[in-house]
């Protein structure tokens, strides 16, 4: 059975899911996503996943200084520890998406909360920067894409018609981390120091594991044995070299939407889009208290900062996921991000005025006001592209391609403050990178847009009749009479126009 806007899911994907909760199942099998009930518990869970991951890299920036004057490291050095760890969160989508399939989004959630737990408490025992990169970046990385995109994955599964509104209440959840993380680890640095800050943010990350085992699968009872003999694909018969060509193509297929990403121009774009704009988009919040300290600012106010931004967005995203919920805009949702997306690099710009507190607080509420918008629609518009059956694969593959900029872009940051001295060039790039970005989404889809109602309208058009032929006599009498049935050549040609 096809699927129609992502609200019913074959038996197959269902059993894909691990699913075994109660909702809605029709007589064929089919399963339709309730749109509330367990929903809500399972946007509750999402939210507080996503403030334990997304937001988490941004905190780093609160030990910017300890961790130089600890390990005696540049800012290119240091920068590589929220880089690496941003850069994996997302890289490792395909790696996510074969755990999902083989054993559902519960368990891969409760799997990721121990690995980020386990590499941020490791964490604290490093004793140089490679150390660092391989617990803090690598495997708490590891540990956020585990937790993080299985719950974004079964949200989009159990709501349909208040799917923009679910996903911009789960991204509140980066909000409230952004809000409370930056006051918890200044608070632990005062109290206990970076290392002893580290373990106890650990402990604080296993709380994704508990957030997973509330992640029910949507779906009914698995019967194991005939889904699996119908999944079960044929094997290739050939030699082993060929087996493992198609093996490795189907997986290609199933985990990354290569696919995709050459039929779908759409997608395509948005893919592009997002990879270029992640090059500039998270480097503000890794560099804003850093910038704030530089210039005498107390590093409790800095951290005050990123916790107004955390404020704002948690006040703005909900009310905007109800807004753009509404009817009038559908098919629009991909405009309002790319303009939000704009004001959100042309927001940085600011910084650039002055480094005291009022001028950085008018920024983190104008940052914070678009960011709210982008983060809310982000998921949206990619869900608008796709059939959500190929929605974890599209995410894998643009997480894989947005992971290449999200790793460069801090360092790079990072290389322009100890050659400039001044953190007032790393705001002003960011701002040009962002807004180009916006600009080139905006047009994309702008002109993509012109293209399909051009198709519509030519396909739609009626087709030329022929001018009727002279004739005389009898030939004449004989091509004049009524006929209820139509020549058998009129009649295929009339169905050709139809097809």
């Known amino acids: 059975m096809e699927q129609r806007n992502g609200d019913i899911m074959e038996p197959e994907e269902a059993e894909k899911l691990n699913c075994e909760s109660m909702v809605p199942v029709a007589t064929d099998g089919t399963v339709t996503a309730p749109d509330g009930g367990w929903g809500w518990v399972v946007l509750v869970a999402t939210v507080l996943v996503l403030a334990l991951t997304l937001a988490f ?10 961790l130089q004057t600890e390990f005696q490291a540049t800012n290119q050095e240091t920068s590589w520890v929220p880089s690496l760890m941003t850069s994996v969160l997302h890289a490792g989508g395909p790696f996510c998406s074969v755990l999902v399939g083989r054993f559902g989004c519960r368990a891969t959630v409760i799997l990721g909360g121990i690995l980020s737990g386990l590499g941020m408490a490791a964490s604290s025992f490093t004793h140089t920067m490679t150390e660092l990169y391989i617990t803090a970046g690598f495997i708490t990385g590891l540990g956020f894409c585990f937790s993080f995109q299985p719950a974004v994955t079964i949200l989009g599964h159990y709501f349909v018609r208040r799917r923009a509104f679910a996903n911009a209440m789960s991204s509140t959840g980066t909000a409230l981390g952004l809000c409370t993380l930056p006051l918890l680890g200044n608070y632990l640095q005062t109290e206990l120091g970076w290392r002893g800050s580290f373990l106890v943010l650990g402990a604080t990350l296993l709380n994704c594991c508990v957030c997973g085992a509330l ?30 060509k198609v093996a490795v193509k189907t997986a290609l297929h199933r985990h990354m939407a ?14 592009l889009g997002i990879t270029w704009m992640m090059l500039g988009f998270v480097v503000p919040l890794i560099y804003l208290v850093p910038y704030a300290t530089a210039y005498g600012m107390e590093t409790d106010r800095a951290a005050l900062l990123l916790s107004v931004l955390g404020v704002v967005n948690i006040v703005v995203r909900p009310p905007s996921g109800l807004l753009f919920d509404r009817p009038c805009f559908k098919g629009r949702h991909v405009y309002v991000f790319s303009a939000a997306l704009l004001v959100n690099g042309l927001s940085n710009a600011i ?5 005291s507190f ?48 999200l790793l460069i ?91």
């Open 358 to 405: 009022p001028v950085l607080l008018a920024y983190v509420v104008v940052y914070g006001l678009s960011m709210s918008v982008v983060g809310s629609l982000m998921f949206t518009v990619l869900m608008d592209i796709l059939d959500m059956r190929r929605f974890p694969a599209a995410l894998g593959l643009l997480a894989i391609m947005e992971s290449v900029t």
């Open 409 to 499: 872009g801090p360092p790079l940051a990072g290389v322009l403050v100890d050659r400039t001295g001044d953190y007032f060039y790393v705001f002003l790039v960011c701002s040009v990178i962002v807004a180009g970005s916006a600009v080139f989404l905006i047009l994309s889809f702008f002109c993509l847009d012109r293209r399909d109602k051009m198709v519509l309208r030519l396909q739609q058009a009626p087709a030329p009749e022929n001018p009727p032929r002279e004739a005389s006599g009898d030939k004449a009498i004989s091509q004049c009479q009524y006929s209820d049935v139509p020549p058998e050549g009129d009649n295929d040609e009339a169905s050709g126009r139809e097809g």
């Open 57 to 66: 890299p941004s905190c780093i920036g609160i030990f910017y200084t300890d």
């Open 351 to 355: 910084c650039c005025i002055d480094a």
């Open 215 to 244: 992640l029910r699968p949507l779906g009914g009872p698995r019967h194991r044995g005939q889904n699996l003999m119908n999944r079960e694909p044929a094997k290739p018969k050939g030699k082993p070299w060929c087996r493992i």
């Open 258 to 271: 290569f696919d995709l990403f050459r039929d779908n121009l759409r997608y395509r774009v948005y893919a």
